[in-house]
Structures are given as C-alpha cells and as structure tokens.
C-alpha cells in the first residue's frame, strides 16, 4: 500500500512537472520575442534567441513587424 500512495505521489508530481515546463517554455518564448523585439530595434547584428546562430533581420508590411532568423527561420511577431 505504501507503494501505491509513493505512486500517486510520483504521478502527482510529474503532473506539476509538466505544467511548470509548459510554463517555462511559454516564459521563455516571451521572453525570446522580448529579446528580438529589443535586439532588432538596437542592435545591428542581432542573435537568434531560439538557435543562437543567426540573425535576425526585421520584416515589416503596413500594420505588421516581425523579426525572423536566418538561420533556422523562426519568426518573431514585434508590436508595433
Ligand atoms: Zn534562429
């Protein structure tokens, strides 16, 4: 019986696991796009957050901003 509730316990716990690395994920992606939006607008030569390797150059039409990688070419919604 002590097996049981150590299980539950276990499975309680990678629950929580999961929710705070989905939290993670999402934090880390806003604070990606933070990184781009502030890196795009100063920098000349900016870093991919997400590979590290390319850079990120600003694409833009009317009423859109985006900053997207070279490299592995992910793309990055800036506001205004
Ligand atoms: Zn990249």
Redesign the pocket.
């Known amino acids: 019986m002590a097996d049981d509730s150590l299980e539950r316990r276990v499975e309680r716990l990678e629950g929580r696991l999961e929710a705070v690395e989905e939290s993670l994920d999402r934090y880390r992606r806003q604070h990606a796009l933070l990184l781009a939006e502030v890196d795009v607008d100063a920098l000349e030569d900016p870093a ?1 957050p ?5 850079t ?1 150059v600003r694409r833009s039409g009317l009423s859109w901003a985006k900053a997207v ?6 793309a990055w919604v800036l506001s205004g």
Do not use: A, I, M, V
Not at 69 to 74: H, K
């Open positions: 991919c997400e590979c590290g390797e390319g990120l990688c070279r490299e592995c070419e992910t």
